[in-house]
Nanobody
Framework: QVQLVESGGGLVQAGGSLRLSCAASGRTFSNVAMGWFRQAPGKEREFVAA????????YYADSVKGRFTISRTNAKNTVYLQMNSLKPEDTAVYYCAADKHPYGSRQDHTYDYWGQGTQVTVFS
């Protein structure tokens, strides 16, 4: 079993920043890629960012590129999502997920473990 626990969500004004964290346990964290997804009310879950097992490869959705940064610290079994220049359209529940494979993907079906999510609300 793998447990993923997100933290760091909250209420922020447009233009502000938040840093999400996802602590993992139960699997060799350093062997797998990790991803962040989000789901806004009434919308489907969408890919946000992913990072390979070593941190050497990253992927971003076009909507967040240049504003969000994904990173990881394998020694702490933690992946982060630094979110800057937040916009109201970034409002969603953010989920971290553990991939089955080491290099990451934009496709949610490759991720086999998911956290409970953390709410991010951006007001203008």
């Amino acid at each position: 079993q793998v447990q993923l626990v997100e933290s760091g969500g909250g209420l922020v004004q447009a233009g502000g920043s938040l840093r999400l964290s996802c602590a993992a346990s139960g699997r060799t964290f350093s062997n797998v890629a990790m991803g962040w997804f989000r789901q806004a009310p009434g919308k489907e879950r969408e890919f946000v960012a992913a990072i390979s097992w070593s941190g050497g490869i990253t992927y971003y959705a076009d909507s967040v590129k240049g504003r969000f940064t994904i990173s990881r610290t394998n020694a702490k079994n933690t992946v982060y999502l630094q979110m800057n220049s937040l916009k109201p359209e970034d409002t969603a529940v953010y989920y971290c997920a553990a991939d089955k494979h080491p290099y990451g993907s934009r496709q949610d079906h490759t991720y086999d473990y998911w956290g409970q999510g953390t709410q991010v609300t951006v007001f203008s």
